[in-house]
């Protein structure tokens, strides 16, 4: 069966290590209420992000390789608006880039978040939004002081 975790990718001008520090200043782009608590930026770092009522989620870095790879392991989640709370509890959330020409392309992957479970529709739409409207916008103009 082919792979149907939720995916996203986009380029932008900026360079892997730019796009890595910005993606890694999670509170420049995950917006929420009260938003991310927590360290972001270091191998085995745990953080927080809530969405309240909707959301809250627990991430752990459990891979970190400048200017390529990040990976959060969601070690607990309650999603207020499906059945099973815990959804996304044991997922995996993955940035990989690649140099493409003058170009860095960012590929986002949530590993878990796939079309059967039911926060699928509303989940990969919240994703999307973030990643080719926050996300893109933090790479490409708030993250000028990094």
């Given amino acids: 069966m082919e792979n149907q975790n939720f995916t ?12 890595f520090n ?12 009260p938003g991310i608590e927590g ?5 085995n770092d745990e953080f ?18 400048p200017g390529k790879k990040i ?8 999603i207020n608006f499906v059945k099973d709370k815990s959804e996304w509890t044991g ?5 990989e880039l690649t140099k493409k020409g ?13 079309p059967d479970i039911e926060c699928y529709n509303d989940c990969s739409n919240a994703w999307g939004s973030y990643i080719s409207s926050s ?4 790479i490409t103009k708030g993250n000028k002081a990094a």
Avoid: C
């Fill in 8 to 19: 996203a990718t986009l380029m932008v001008d900026q360079t892997p290590e730019e796009a």
């Fill in 22 to 33: 910005a993606i890694n200043n999670v509170r420049g782009w995950w917006t929420g209420d």
């Fill in 39 to 43: 360290s972001t930026d270091k191998l």
């Fill in 48 to 65: 927080t992000y809530d969405y309240k009522p909707y959301h809250h989620s627990k991430q752990k870095i459990t891979e970190l390789t």
């Fill in 71 to 78: 990976v959060w392991l969601v070690t607990d989640s309650s």
């Fill in 91 to 95: 997922t995996k959330i993955t940035f």
């Fill in 102 to 114: 003058g170009k860095t392309e960012i590929r986002f992957t949530h590993v878990g978040l796939v």
């Fill in 135 to 138: 996300l893109r916008n933090w």
